[in-house]
């Protein structure tokens, strides 16, 4: 593996990950939900959440820059078979991802021009995002950071529309201030319940930010790199979500119609669209959708790169083939790459074939960006305990993370809620259907964790057992000018 990656990487790749059809079409429908106020308590909350869970990465990651991420950490300080589960788990969100993004980008396409075939551009979309990572870390990274850098003037652009609207500077209606925030019932809606629904689309769309743990393992300074990150993303993202509900908030009541879109077919109906509109600009529409449709590109992107290296960080960790191991010459771990890149294939192809088996797979990944956040609350947890435990000093960490121990608790027991209230209604009248549809992704978690701990008669690491080596089996690290890292 190659440390090729800059902080300038690294920042985008996070805020990247972050930034995506969620906001930009599905974030609306919070502000519906809860009001403007429910919808900014939800979101600033789960943001606080995340940035206790990313220092709590970056911590680790710091001392130990691994490409498994949270995945080896599991393994190394709490117990294998959680690392197993952890790394498949996610493996699996990202190439069911991949496929579900190959087939938006097809629908999108047709925005333009409806009579053409969408198969043939998803499978374009395929091809180049299979090029961009076979060629190496660094065409991904240079990649991911101009994608990124599209969306991110997207929505400073939208900022500066937005308030100009509201201050009675653009739009042609005079100010409009904050009226809709004690329209009817807001600006709260719903009370706690609704706040609670917000909550998880809040969480989904943050999740991506742990992408910047992965990235680690080929970062060229992760003692830098990854806490400038880290905390850079975390501003940036809390600072544009918030304001971009603010501002959606204060230009749509919630009682707006346009708020409830969260499919990429209704970008005209996008709160971003609408406020461009607004403005007077004409084009909204198709500069939203070229915009979305980079969003959706920039996933399929990091999630090839985020599957891919951690497909070979558990062959690695001998819970997969261990060819999915081998590096070429150019730092890629070329055989789980196109292993990574055929199954998210078959799941593309599955989508034509039968679409039930494809909504089904689609459900089973439904949690597992959650199931990821619990991993790295509890192996951090761990391995300050075993770093302090083996006769450690603080001071030897180049970064630490916020509020220990109460970060990785408040992240774990946050995560616990937002995954058990994912559809309390059901369990209330007792839809099965429903229940196995929303939490399918639990018991294929627990299926992989028994599987491995009955199979290998694994146990919770003792403080003492816990391997804080700065390295992970057989993985060797080379810097971009040839030398290796010890």
Same mark, same amino acid.
């Given at each position: 593996m190659k440390r090729t990656l800059q902080t300038r990487h690294l920042s985008m790749i996070a805020l990247g990950g972050s930034i995506g059809t969620g906001m930009m079409i599905a974030s609306g429908s919070a502000i519906s939900t809860a009001g403007p106020g429910g919808a900014l308590v939800a979101y600033s909350m789960m943001g606080i959440m995340v940035y206790f869970l990313m220092t709590s990465l970056g911590e680790m990651a710091t001392y130990i820059p691994l490409t498994g991420s949270f995945a080896t950490y599991c393994t190394k300080f709490v117990d294998p078979a959680l690392g197993f589960a952890m790394g498949w788990n996610y493996w699996l969100n990202w190439v069911i991802t991949i496929a579900v993004?190959?087939?938006?980008?097809?629908?999108?396409?047709? !925005? =333009? =021009?409806? +009579? !053409?075939? %969408? =198969?043939?551009? #998803?499978? !374009?979309? &395929? &091809? *180049?995002? !299979? &090029?961009? $990572?076979?060629? @190496?870390?660094? #065409?991904?990274? %240079?990649? %991911? /950071? =101009?994608?990124?850098?599209?969306?991110?003037?997207?929505?400073?652009?939208f900022l500066i529309v937005g308030f100009m609207i509201i201050f009675g500077i653009m739009g042609g209606q005079g100010p409009i201030g904050l009226k809709n925030f004690h329209y009817k019932k807001a600006p709260f809606v719903g009370g706690f319940p609704s706040i609670l629904t917000v909550f998880l689309v809040a969480g989904m769309s943050f999740q991506g930010t742990e992408l910047v743990g992965i990235t680690a393992g080929e970062s060229a300074t992760p003692e830098k790199s990854v806490p400038k990150a880290i905390h850079s993303t975390f501003w940036r993202i809390l600072l544009f979500y918030i304001l971009s509900i603010f *501002?959606?908030?204060?230009?749509?009541? /919630?009682?707006?119609? $346009?708020?409830? @879109?969260? $499919?990429? +077919?209704?970008?005209?109906?996008s709160p971003f669209t609408i406020v461009f509109k607004r403005a007077g600009l004409a084009a909204a529409a198709s500069v939203m959708n070229a915009v979305i449709l980079t969003a959706v590109i920039s996933s399929a992107n990091s999630g090839l790169y985020a599957s891919t290296r951690m497909l070979f960080s558990q062959a690695r960790e001998g819970y997969a083939w261990r060819g999915f191991g081998y590096v070429n010459k150019r730092g890629i771990p070329i055989y789980a790459l196109l292993g990574t890149m055929a199954v998210s294939l078959a799941i593309y192809l599955l989508h034509f074939v039968s679409a039930n088996a494809y909504n089904y797979l689609i459900d089973a990944s439904g949690l597992s960006g959650f199931i990821a956040w619990l991993g790295i609350a509890m192996a951090h947890y761990r391995f300050r305990r075993a770093f302090v435990a083996q006769g450690h000093q603080l001071s030897e960490l180049k970064y630490h993370a916020t509020m220990f121990p109460f970060g990785p608790i408040f992240a774990f027991v946050f995560c616990m809620i937002v995954i058990v209230g994912q559809n309390i209604p059901a369990f209330i009248h007792l839809d099965w259907d429903n229940i196995l549809i929303t939490y399918m992704a639990v018991p294929i978690f627990l299926i992989l964790f028994c599987y491995y701990k009955f199979r290998y008669k694994t146990h919770l690491l003792s403080l003492q057992e816990a391997d804080l080596s700065r390295s992970s089996r057989g993985e060797k690290y080379i810097t971009a000018d040839g030398k290796e890292i010890k």
């Open positions: 993004d190959a087939v938006t980008s097809g629908v999108i396409i047709q !925005f =333009w =021009w409806p +009579q !053409f075939p %969408e =198969w043939i551009f #998803s499978g !374009f979309v &395929l &091809l *180049v995002i !299979f &090029l961009i $990572n076979y060629l @190496s870390v660094r #065409s991904y990274g %240079e990649t %991911e /950071y =101009w994608l990124s850098i599209i969306k991110v003037v997207t929505i400073i652009v *501002v959606m908030a204060c230009i749509l009541p /919630y009682t707006d119609k $346009n708020l409830l @879109s969260s $499919n990429v +077919q209704d970008v005209a109906m």
